[in-house]
């Protein structure tokens, strides 16, 4: 998320009320995750484990628990509760606000576009031409949606990120602030969830066909001319690349890339990053064919096994 107009390193420290290492007009920009940051950007680490990570990324502003040396060109921000401040800043750039009407009056809806009855568009929605929004759909704030899209009825576009910090008292969410991207010529079946990126865009691309009962986690990204059947769970932070299809009920763990024009097949679990132009089945996925070679052999143990009976008589 970037900010409207840029603000000091000091005005951020008085907004969250936390220390501060650096120059108190040290420019900052936005606020973003870590696998999203540019320079001018806020990013936060409560743990030990990222905290390299989080001071060698292109952030240049660190929210963190722990006084420590601070990298040349950068400052930080000293928080007891990074994940805590970190939302302080998301409600006070980012605040959520009430709807008043069905449709929103800032929303921008384009020419021979038809929303049908009993639809909820948000704050600052913008639709494109020729898109046909079937009844029931809800469209949270600031989504974008392109030219020549089809929406059926229960699908949810923006919702919030699944994360969630555990606490002693319970799970605390990162809320999220940023959007939902449908490029042109976009179908998405009934009853699909595709949440808002937390800082960032979740974005489906141009020609990419999703059946029913679809989710897409925050951040992911669904390239160009994809085919994802039925009950396909995919995880967030995801980069699916071009013309991949997902066929029905594949599970996807968050982090990984599936390259251009692989294939999944049915009831696979993806956890960890797949090349394209292959074809994979199983969980966790391999590809097809060396999957069946090993099917095919250990349907031959039992016979293997008798003739191995045979043999020590």
């Known amino acids: 998320m970037k900010f409207q107009n840029p603000h000091t390193l000091k005005e951020i420290a008085q907004i969250i009320s936390c220390n501060f290492v650096g120059n108190p007009d040290f420019p900052v920009t936005g606020m973003n995750e870590i696998h999203v940051v540019t320079p001018g950007d806020i990013v936060f680490v409560d743990h030990p484990k990222y905290y390299e990570k989080a001071l060698k990324s292109a952030a240049t502003i660190i929210l963190i628990n722990k006084e420590i040396d601070c990298p040349e060109g950068k400052a930080l921000l000293i928080s007891e509760d990074p994940f805590r401040d970190f939302n302080k800043l998301t409600d006070y750039f980012k605040p959520f606000k009430a709807a008043d009407s069905s449709i929103s009056s800032t929303a921008k809806i384009g020419n021979n576009t038809i929303i049908q009855p009993n639809c909820f568009i948000g704050h600052h929605v913008f639709i494109g031409n020729n898109c046909t929004i079937h009844a029931n759909v809800s469209i949270y704030d600031e989504t974008v949606i392109g030219d020549y899209v089809t929406i059926h009825s229960g699908t949810v576009l923006g919702a919030n990120a699944f994360y969630y910090k555990k606490r002693p008292e319970g799970f605390d969410r990162l809320k999220s602030s940023g959007r939902v991207v449908i490029e042109d010529y976009v179908d998405i079946g009934a009853n699909c969830n595709i949440d ?90 391999q590809e097809a064919r060396t999957e069946l070679k090993e099917m095919a052999s250990i349907k031959k143990i039992p016979e293997i096994l008798s003739e191995l009976n045979k043999f020590n008589k």
């Open 196 to 285: 808002r990126g937390v800082t960032g865009d979740t974005t489906i691309k141009e020609g990419s066909k999703l059946d029913n009962q679809i989710q897409i986690g925050h951040d992911t990204i669904i390239g160009r001319k994809c085919i994802i059947a039925s009950q396909v769970g995919i995880a967030g932070c995801v980069v699916v690349e071009d013309e991949v299809t997902f066929w029905g009920q594949v599970g996807c763990t968050s982090g990984v890339t599936i390259g251009t024009k692989a294939v999944i097949h049915a009831q696979s679990g993806i956890s960890k990053s797949l090349e394209g132009h292959k074809t994979y089945w199983g969980t966790p996925a």
